[in-house]
């Protein structure tokens, strides 16, 4: 991780200059022209995707159409840079050297905000421990504002009044700030992830556990040494009966989630299914202790809880095969948690663009619970070669192929199942809308 320089006030008469236009840059960039800032935007693309939305909010917005330069560097004396471009370019690399301070917006928000914060991370369910959370201090009734990574930039929620701000950061966003105070955070686990932007899976690992730096009450994955701390740390796990202040208990009426060994949500009294689900209502639950919500609103919120989409979202159920959308497994980890938390025979779908990671990870859950594998995308050979002899393995040009031979090769009592494994810019312009294909082509099985 690149020894960053950061400014920590913000100034009328400082030069911010702000480097990618997406909707990250478009926040950053808004926020501080609503200041009143000196604020310069910058981008590569021709059309940038928030170049007329920035416009029409401020007419007389400088945006540059052009390479990161020396000339803008020189001009600049922070340069916030998008969580979609690497710090470690070589532009970036000699704005530090020169003595630039290089952040992000999570720090822009980090310098001002003056509400409790819980920040979340983790290779894995941290859209659905962010949501989740967000919903038990609601049925608290108190405000709160939820974002960051997830939903509406970090920034954009300073225009709310709230009691509680929960922030869902990648590791992206990590890397760019400093001042962050958070009454309480965690990191979930850990997967091979990014490893096409980072060195090394251990400078990803420090990336993420950044968050701890100035963090109050951390809380921590017992199943995940990775993710631990240090031994003041409130912990969550999936062991029954084991060490972890909000764990699984067994008794006559089957498994609890628990504090403290004392029961509190029967797991078959939640809407969102599998084992790894299990792991991110425990994190919720600690992470919502941590701030003193009634044990009734958490519980309350976890049996009201449905998921959100593309992450293990139940589709349909044809025929007695039921369909399920993870669209979001967009890694090693989130796939292996999807296919283990289900108790059917699986139908995988999988494919995509794997970011160099190790898919001989998933050799062993698909040998144990998947019957067949369609695979696509532009990695297909690399995983069909990690994969060979764990299950038979056929080729699909596109999800329609996909849905439609799942449907010919299932029978009662299968799931069908999109947990790609993989990232999907090969074939779509995001994760969701490899879901919502998938999600389509299933319904129109329903019409057939």
């Known amino acids: 991780m690149l020894n960053m320089n950061t400014q920590t006030k913000q100034h009328a008469d400082v030069n911010y200059l702000v480097v990618g236009l997406g909707l990250t840059g478009f926040s950053t960039a808004c926020y501080l022209m609503s200041k009143g800032y000196c604020c310069r935007v910058q981008d590569t693309r021709d059309i940038p995707p928030y170049f007329e939305a920035l416009r029409t909010e401020f007419p007389l917005a400088d945006i540059v159409i052009k390479?990161?330069?020396?000339?803008?560097?020189?001009?600049?004396?922070?340069?916030?840079?998008?969580?979609?471009?690497?710090?470690?370019?070589?532009?970036?690399?000699?704005?530090?050297?020169?003595?630039?301070?290089?952040?992000?917006?999570?720090?822009?928000?980090?310098?001002?905000?003056d509400k409790p914060v819980v920040a979340i991370t983790g290779s894995n369910g941290k859209s659905t421990v962010t949501t989740l959370l967000g919903e038990m201090i609601a049925a608290d009734n108190k405000s709160v504002a939820v974002g960051g990574n997830l939903?509406?930039?970090?920034?954009?929620?300073?225009?709310?009044?709230?009691?509680?701000?929960?922030?869902?950061?990648?590791?992206?966003?990590?890397?760019?700030?400093?001042?962050?105070?958070?009454?309480?955070?965690?990191?979930?686990?850990?997967?091979?992830?990014?490893?096409?932007?980072?060195?090394?899976?251990?400078?990803?690992?420090?990336?993420?556990?950044?968050?701890?730096?100035?963090?109050?009450?951390?809380?921590?994955?017992?199943?995940?040494?990775?993710?631990?701390?240090?031994?003041n740390d409130i912990l969550f796990g999936l062991t029954i009966n084991g060490v972890a202040e909000?764990?699984?208990?067994?008794?006559?009426?089957?498994?609890?989630?628990?504090?403290?060994?004392?029961?509190?949500?029967?797991v078959r009294q939640l809407k969102v299914t599998g084992r790894?689900?299990?792991?991110?209502?425990l994190a919720a639950m600690a992470l919502?202790?941590?701030?003193?919500?009634?044990?009734?609103?958490?519980?309350?919120?976890?049996?009201?809880?449905?998921?959100?989409?593309?992450?293990?979202?139940?589709?349909?159920?044809?025929?007695?095969?039921?369909?399920?959308?993870?669209?979001?497994?967009?890694?090693?980890?989130?796939?292996?948690?999807?296919?283990?938390?289900?108790?059917r025979p699986i139908i995988l779908i999988a494919g995509g663009q794997s970011k160099n990671a190790d898919m001989s990870v998933l050799f062993e859950p698909i040998k144990k619970?998947?019957?067949?594998?369609?695979?696509?995308?532009?990695?297909?050979?690399?995983?069909?070669?990690?994969?060979?002899?764990a299950a038979p393995v056929e080729r699909v040009d596109n999800m329609a192929n996909a849905v439609v031979r799942a449907n010919q090769q299932a029978v009662s009592g299968d799931c069908v199942l999109l947990a790609p494994a993989c990232a999907s810019l090969d074939m779509y312009s995001k994760f969701e809308a490899r879901g919502d294909d998938f999600a389509n082509q299933v319904r129109q099985l329903q019409n057939v």
């Open 67 to 113: 390479p990161l330069d020396s000339e803008l560097i020189d001009w600049a004396d922070v340069l916030v840079v998008s969580p979609g471009l690497s710090i470690a370019q070589t532009e970036i690399v000699q704005a530090i050297d020169l003595g630039k301070s290089v952040i992000g917006d999570i720090e822009l928000f980090a310098q001002v905000v």
């Open 151 to 231: 939903g509406i930039p970090a920034l954009d929620l300073l225009q709310k009044t709230v009691d509680y701000f929960v922030l869902e950061l990648s590791s992206y966003q990590l890397e760019t700030t400093k001042s962050l105070q958070p009454v309480s955070a965690t990191v979930l686990n850990f997967s091979e992830d990014h490893l096409d932007r980072y060195n090394s899976y251990a400078d990803y690992i420090q990336a993420k556990l950044h968050i701890y730096e100035k963090t109050k009450i951390c809380v921590s994955n017992e199943d995940d040494e990775t993710t631990r701390h240090d031994s």
């Open 246 to 266: 909000f764990g699984l208990v067994e008794n006559d009426s089957g498994i609890w989630l628990a504090h403290k060994g004392e029961p509190w949500v029967n």
């Open 276 to 281: 790894h689900n299990w792991a991110n209502c």
């Open 288 to 343: 919502a202790c941590t701030i003193d919500l009634s044990r009734q609103a958490i519980i309350d919120a976890m049996i009201r809880f449905k998921g959100i989409r593309h992450r293990s979202e139940w589709i349909a159920e044809i025929k007695g095969v039921e369909w399920i959308n993870d669209s979001k497994a967009t890694n090693v980890g989130a796939a292996l948690a999807s296919i283990e938390g289900r108790d």
């Open 369 to 389: 619970q998947v019957k067949l594998v369609l695979l696509m995308g532009v990695d297909a050979d690399r995983i069909e070669e990690a994969w060979q002899g």
